[in-house]
């Protein structure tokens, strides 16, 4: 059983940053996917970054150079750092882990960015 919890989230003006962790407990593994999802109101939930620790990080071209997803195995966390934020990253975003063909879902933190 894993546990994940999110924080981080908040409102920000377009071209602002934000930085959102999450912090893993239980029965977790270094060398499984982490990930963050977002979902904007009224739409589905999309991926936006994942990672597995020393092996290859994913993003999604929406984000591409203006997001960075970080593992602190350590510390058991993982961060999405978001810079150049636009309007249309507005969401709830979710933190993830998977492993073994199991997910395991934190309930969200809402990011808001104003025009």
């Known amino acids: 059983q894993v546990q994940l919890v999110e924080s981080g989230g908040g409102l920000v003006q377009a071209g602002g940053s934000l930085r959102l962790s999450c912090a893993a407990s239980?029965?977790?593994?270094?060398?499984?996917?982490m990930g963050w999802y977002r979902q904007a109101p009224g739409k589905q939930r999309e991926l936006v970054a994942s990672i597995i620790s020393g092996i290859s990080t994913i993003y999604a071209d929406s984000v591409k150079g203006r997001f960075t997803i970080a593992r602190d195995n350590a510390a058991n966390t993982v961060d999405l750092q978001m810079d150049s934020l636009k309007p249309e990253d507005t969401g709830v975003y979710y933190c993830n882990y998977r492993d073994y063909g199991v997910d395991y879902w934190g309930k969200g933190t809402l990011v808001t960015v104003s025009s």
């Open positions: 239980g029965r977790t593994r270094s060398f499984n996917v």
